[in-house]
């Protein structure tokens, strides 16, 4: 089924007539027909903003846009956050984080290994990121798939007896624990300086969290970032953890991206963790990436 959206007269800007088709998987919908290069009316993203949290994540065809446009768009649904690995910001361009496997003069051009395990971006912070927004650059022909999982269906068919366990328990998020575990996995990954660890100290966060804008309840806890649950042992929170993480990427529940040039997908880090493989060197594939900062989990 697909939904049209009408034009409709709003001061100054007219709206883009352009429609929302619900993809066949647990998440996710394409828009078609709206142009990123062209002025978006309130009620433009209001729409963008609903369809986002009902699907967990938007597809954009053909956007033929600028960093700037990008940067710009992405501004329209809150603060822009920094990622502190600021080798691989796009030049004047703090807000874009390049995800690239291409290698230039011996070094890469970008985070090789961004999706390397299932992960919520920036679960880490305090504020972590409302929704990311990556747009295709360069793709391979073969390869260079995303995939998302819907943490909505993985907390609401989780036995009772386990949502019952987890109610008001919290976990803890690390961004350090993440990167020394991908340097044992990618030689691009340099030690982090003193100063980048200081930037992002561990934060807690709930386990079962309740999104903001839907009310809906979701796991709130990924393979990448989450090192442990509070209050339990280490044994019992780490097979916790596997049993939660083999939940939620279970065929079903799994969307994949096959990604077509000038791609520009939209997912929210509230209610989804993705996962890419690393693409080897000869399938070059490039993509810039915004984030943009949320609300504290509650």
Known sequence: MSIAIAPAALPGIS?????????????????????????????DLARIRMALVKHGLLV???????????????????????????????????????????????????????????????SYMPRP????????????AEQ???????MFDAYDTLPADVKQ??????????????????????PWRADLTQKQIDEVPEVEHPVIRVHPESGRKALFVSEGFTSRIVGLPADESAALLRFLHQHTIRAENIYRHQWRAHDMVFWDNRSTVHYAAITPQHLRRTLYRTTIEGDVPV
């Open 15 to 43: 709206s883009q007539a352009f429609q929302i088709t619900p993809l066949s998987g647990p998440l996710g919908a394409e828009i078609t027909g709206l142009d990123l290069n062209l002025p978006l009316s309130g009620l």
């Open 60 to 122: 954009f065809r053909e956007q033929r846009i600028t960093p700037e446009q990008h940067i710009a768009f992405s501004r329209r649904f809150g603060p822009l956050q920094v990622h502190v690995l600021n080798r691989f910001h796009l030049a004047g361009h703090p807000e874009i984080l390049i995800v690239s496997n291409v290698i230039e003069d011996g070094k890469p051009i970008g985070l090789v290994d961004a999706g390397a395990d299932w992960h919520s971006d920036l």
């Open 129 to 140: 990121s409302l929704g990311s927004l990556l747009h295709a650059q360069e793709l391979p």
């Open 144 to 150: 260079g798939d995303t995939s998302f999982a819907n």
């Open 165 to 186: 366990l987890l109610e008001g328990r919290r976990a803890v998020h690390s961004y350090v624990y993440r990167y020394r575990r991908l340097q044992k996995l990618s």
